[in-house]
């Protein structure tokens, strides 16, 4: 089997493991050297070395050299396995390289994912014939709406617009601030048939690595996350229709970065481009029925694209914040402390008479949310879903 290519490694190396030891990595430095020679075990250990740094307290005061050392000793490590025909364990480290690792060697790494996942794709027997769905066409609406919070789909529902032209979106929703739901837009992605076929998504993605959350939702202390491979996320979901098992929720990641394949089956829409914006990040919301995305604001426009199955979406005004409680601690201050799906009357007595906009956004529809606008969100199926933020040319860069 040839060798994995990782030209900015080989160019860079010499500077990074002088930056390392400049750091106090000389145990690191003599691991990559023994590395170099062909011990998997010293690989292993440069790796846990600088695993160990990159928690040695808060993420944010991490030295990049570290994040940069832990890439570097993941691509050994890879190297190592792929020589060996352990395409799998080559995969998951070099995905493990992605998501914890630093800049400098991002694209010695996505190549080499690149090579690694096609050698994979060859070993692969061929599809069955039979398309095995993630989910199916029949949907029980009346058990979907008994599980929705008081009074949904009650008041004023979310605006509809068909095939809605860049001129008109911006004039009668992106200026005003105003959410719709756009039909129409989505026929030609080839997510909406792709991302629906189990087989599919195993074929490009069974066997890399992602980070997914545990639990009801982020405010929940039993809450945590993992990191697990596509396929065995898939096999979770599908198991997660027992009303007693904890739901995984693939939330807010940027899978398009990592997963170049899933990335070419989707288009950016014309609208975040509206006013001059700027794309700010593109991610994926993938999981079982009943996952709860509590209520909060996000600073930028956004466009939920819903792919595969169904979500309930509840919406308040920015002009409601006051009302609807946010957390006073900083890293929460954009989400709400009132519990939609139980409301404490004695302690949020006015909520229930609050004004809101809601709706069932169905396959192939997307929602505008303008920012700073509350929302909430309830799969009512499995449910794959692509998150777009842009900001306008007249705000800040801060994401």
């Known amino acids: ?129 039979e398309v095995k769905r993630l989910v199916s066409q029949e949907f029980d609406n009346a058990e979907a709406l008994r599980v929705l919070p008081v009074r949904s789909l009650s008041c004023k529902l979310v605006v509809k617009r068909s095939a809605l032209s860049l001129e008109g979106f911006l004039r009668e929703f992106m200026l005003s601030g105003s959410p719709v739901i756009i039909t129409d837009c989505m026929g030609h992605w080839p997510a909406r048939t792709r991302w629906n076929n189990i087989d599919y998504l195993k074929k490009v993605a069974g066997d890399r690595t992602v980070p997914v959350e545990v639990g009801k939702n982020y405010l929940c202390q039993e809450w945590k996350q993992e990191l697990i491979t596509f396929s065995q996320f898939l096999e979770r979901i599908q198991s997660n229709g027992s009303s007693s098992s904890v739901p995984t929720y693939l939330a807010q990641h940027p899978l398009f970065d990592q997963i170049n394949e899933l990335r070419k089956d989707i288009c950016i829409p014309d609208y975040c481009f509206a006013g001059g914006g700027e794309l700010r990040s593109l991610n994926a919301w993938f999981g079982p029925a009943r996952t709860v995305t509590p209520l909060h604001h ?49 302690k949020f007595p006015n909520v229930l008479d609050l004004d809101f906009l809601d709706c069932i956004l169905d396959e192939g529809e997307m929602l505008y949310i303008p920012p700073k606008w509350w929302h909430y969100v309830r799969s009512l199926s499995i449910s794959f879903s692509v998150s777009f933020w842009w900001s306008d040319s007249g705000s800040s860069t801060e994401s």
């Open 1 to 129: 089997m040839d060798h994995l290519s990782t030209p900015i490694l080989d160019d860079e190396s010499p500077r990074l493991l002088q930056a390392i030891s400049e750091h106090g990595g000389y145990a690191y430095v003599g691991m990559v050297a023994q590395a170099l020679a062909g011990d998997i075990r010293a690989a292993d250990a440069a790796r846990e070395m600088a695993w160990e740094q990159l928690h040695s307290g808060a993420w944010q005061s991490v030295l990049p050299v570290w994040r940069d050392a832990y890439s570097m000793a993941c691509i050994h490590v890879a190297k190592y396995h792929y020589r060996n025909g352990e395409l799998g364990e080559a995969l998951r480290v070099l995905d493990m390289g992605v998501i914890m690792g630093g800049s400098l060697l991002r694209k010695d790494l996505d190549s080499a994912i690149e090579t690694v996942s096609s050698k994979a794709r060859e070993a692969q027997n061929g599809s069955s014939g």
């Open 298 to 346: 996000d600073p930028h426009h956004n466009i939920l694209a819903q792919v595969v199955g169904k979500k309930y979406i509840r919406l308040y005004p920015a002009s409601l914040s006051e009302e609807l409680h946010p957390y006073t601690e900083t890293m929460l201050s954009n989400s709400s402390q009132v519990d939609l799906d139980h409301i404490d009357e004695t």
